[in-house]
């Protein structure tokens, strides 16, 4: 019986229903024949009319945002003492006003707007930013042409006289690395079960046979899935490779965030997750940055990381142009400061890596064909290939000097983009490292190279991990 009774509740409600909009359709057709607006809401005009007034409304926006833009710019030049700025600033402002009187002098403006209480206003005759190199300056300048660079195809030939470490040699440091995207093709389930697993395993297993090897670390939401499974001994394992040198955690934050779309909270957020997982687990604090992988690199980050404790960042996805000129004048690591920092407590310093992408093949030097070559991952067997058809070859005792000479000339043309004698490369790739053949592959032919190199007096160059 009660399901009967619901039946016909519901039935009539659907008549209800029915009648009522009969008789509203039956209320606007007559209401239209008759010549009677049938609602307010459209008193004003069809839908015609409103699309022309949104248009409108877009178009005074737009406007809107430009005359932001040239006050803020035309107050910029003021606080920089140009006086033509002055004038700039009252053809902007004059017409937002009915009553500006137009008699009134340039210099009285000036004088009225340089009382600004310095509280009220925060950039109220504060100095500019002491900077070499104003990135708003910059891309003014930069035309973004895609010209032939030779082997470095989106860049320039480099030459070195081989004079240039006489006095103080050449220092390099290869970083190995792994990138390992939270979700890209597959899921992060996936890529952990598929890859990431095997990468801390193998991790533990290699890591520890010899302390020259190192390896450093950035995504903590795979670390932390890792840890869970992991047991007390290994957990305490890891905790001393970090502690003797061999394993640092790079930037700590829950992914490699993006940076040109995210919003700052977002990026706190995941900081946030990684740090408090770091400090209550393993017991460390990131002190360096990497973002090898992030689309767009924000001021807002480098702020970020900065009053995060974090003390220098590494960065990749440059504009090509950017990259171009900042070798061209060897300004590729920098301190990087905010616009309205004016006394430099936001500086951090920053390496910018100068090439194409954060692979192997591009991060020994300006040839790809050469640097890949030295990816030991590609050795001939192997199902990852140079796409330049020239395969690496392991490293004996006939070929120790060839090889060598071939990758010391790629450290030096790299070294001649940077100020300094310290030369950075990268040696990795997304989701490398994930069996233990590969760390032995590249461990042990790099650290004959690199042996080699150091035992040559006369190569001024000292190279490590």
């Given at each position: 019986?009660?399901?009967?009774?619901?039946?016909?509740?519901?039935?009539?409600?659907?008549?209800?229903?029915?009648?009522?909009?009969?008789?509203?359709?039956?209320?606007?057709?007559?209401?239209?024949?008759?010549?009677?607006?049938?609602?307010?809401?459209?008193?004003?005009?069809?839908?015609?009319?409103?699309?022309?007034?949104?248009?409108?409304?877009?178009?005074?926006?737009?406007?809107?945002?430009?005359?932001?833009?040239?006050?803020?710019?035309?107050?910029?030049?003021?606080?920089?003492?140009?006086?033509?700025?002055?004038?700039?600033?009252?053809?902007?402002?004059?017409?937002?006003?009915?009553?500006?009187?137009?008699?009134?002098?340039?210099?009285?403006?000036?004088?009225?707007?340089?009382?600004?209480?310095?509280?009220?206003?925060?950039?109220?005759?504060?100095?500019?930013?002491?900077?070499?190199?104003?990135?708003?300056?910059?891309?003014?300048?930069?035309?973004?042409?895609?010209?032939?660079?030779?082997?470095?195809?989106?860049?320039?030939?480099?030459?070195?006289?081989?004079?240039?470490?006489?006095?103080?040699?050449?220092?390099?440091?290869?970083?190995?690395?792994?990138?390992?995207?939270?979700?890209?093709?597959?899921?992060?389930?996936?890529?952990?079960?598929?890859?990431?697993?095997?990468?801390?395993?193998?991790?533990?297993?290699?890591?520890?046979?010899?302390?020259?090897?190192?390896?450093?670390?950035?995504?903590?939401?795979?670390?932390?899935?890792?840890?869970?499974?992991?047991?007390?001994?290994?957990?305490?394992?890891?905790?001393?490779?970090?502690?003797?040198?061999?394993?640092?955690?790079?930037?700590?934050?829950?992914?490699?965030?993006?940076?040109?779309?995210?919003?700052?909270?977002?990026?706190?957020?995941?900081?946030?997750?990684?740090?408090?997982?770091?400090?209550?687990?393993?017991?460390?604090?990131?002190?360096?940055?990497?973002?090898?992988?992030?689309?767009?690199?924000?001021?807002?980050?480098?702020?970020?990381?900065?009053?995060?404790?974090?003390?220098?960042?590494?960065?990749?996805?440059?504009?090509?142009?950017?990259?171009?000129?900042?070798?061209?004048?060897?300004?590729?690591?920098?301190?990087?400061?905010?616009?309205?920092?004016?006394?430099?407590?936001?500086?951090?310093?920053?390496?910018?890596?100068?090439?194409?992408?954060?692979?192997?093949?591009?991060?020994?030097?300006?040839?790809?064909?050469?640097?890949?070559?030295?990816?030991?991952?590609?050795?001939?067997?192997?199902?990852?290939?140079?796409?330049?058809?020239?395969?690496?070859?392991?490293?004996?005792?006939?070929?120790?000097?060839?090889?060598?000479?071939?990758?010391?000339?790629?450290?030096?043309?790299k070294s001649q983009l940077y100020r300094s004698n310290v030369l950075l490369v990268p040696l990795g790739d997304d989701f490398r490292y994930d069996t233990p053949k590969e760390w032995d592959d590249q461990m042990n032919n790099y650290q004959k190279?690199?042996?080699?190199?150091?035992?040559?007096?006369?190569?001024?160059?000292?190279?490590?991990?």
């Amino acid at each position: 019986m009660r399901v009967s009774v619901r039946k016909v509740t519901l039935l009539f409600a659907a008549c209800i229903f029915v009648v009522v909009c009969v008789f509203l359709y039956l209320s606007l057709e007559s209401q239209r024949l008759t010549g009677v607006e049938p609602f307010a809401i459209l008193h004003q005009g069809d839908i015609h009319n409103v699309e022309k007034k949104l248009e409108r409304l877009e178009q005074e926006l737009e406007l809107n945002h430009q005359s932001i833009y040239d006050i803020k710019k035309a107050l910029y030049d003021l606080v920089r003492e140009d006086n033509s700025s002055v004038q700039v600033l009252r053809s902007l402002v004059d017409p937002l006003f009915d009553d500006v009187d137009d008699h009134i002098p340039t210099n009285k403006i000036k004088q009225q707007l340089l009382k600004l209480d310095k509280n009220e206003c925060l950039f109220y005759k504060v100095p500019t930013p002491k900077t070499d190199v104003q990135m708003l300056d910059v891309y003014d300048k930069l035309l973004f042409e895609n010209g032939e660079g030779g082997v470095w195809k989106q860049g320039f030939d480099i030459q070195y006289t081989g004079m240039e470490w006489q006095d103080l040699p050449l220092k390099v440091f290869v970083v190995p690395h792994t990138h390992n995207d939270p979700g890209w093709i597959k899921t992060f389930d996936k890529y952990y079960k598929d890859q990431t697993k095997n990468i801390f395993n193998s991790m533990l297993m290699k890591l520890p046979v010899d302390k020259k090897r190192k390896f450093i670390y950035a995504e903590i939401s795979y670390l932390s899935t890792w840890w869970n499974e992991i047991d007390v001994k290994q957990k305490h394992l890891v905790k001393g490779l970090i502690e003797n040198g061999q394993l640092e955690i790079v930037t700590g934050g829950w992914v490699m965030a993006d940076e040109a779309n995210t919003h700052y909270f977002a990026l706190i957020d995941q900081l946030i997750e990684g740090h408090q997982w770091l400090e209550q687990q393993i017991g460390v604090r990131p002190k360096s940055g990497w973002a090898i992988d992030t689309f767009g690199h924000s001021s807002t980050m480098a702020y970020l990381l900065k009053k995060a404790g974090l003390t220098n960042i590494l960065l990749q996805r440059v504009h090509y142009s950017v990259k171009k000129y900042l070798s061209q004048n060897k300004m590729l690591e920098f301190m990087w400061r905010q616009t309205w920092d004016h006394s430099g407590s936001t500086d951090i310093f920053t390496h910018l890596m100068p090439f194409y992408s954060y692979d192997i093949p591009h991060t020994c030097g300006p040839d790809p064909k050469i640097c890949c070559q030295f990816d030991f991952k590609r050795l001939p067997g192997s199902r990852v290939k140079c796409p330049w058809r020239v395969a690496p070859q392991a490293i004996t005792e006939k070929n120790v000097d060839e090889r060598a000479r071939t990758l010391l000339d790629q450290y030096r043309k790299k070294s001649q983009l940077y100020r300094s004698n310290v030369l950075l490369v990268p040696l990795g790739d997304d989701f490398r490292y994930d069996t233990p053949k590969e760390w032995d592959d590249q461990m042990n032919n790099y650290q004959k190279l690199f042996d080699y190199m150091n035992r040559q007096s006369g190569w001024n160059v000292q190279v490590r991990k």
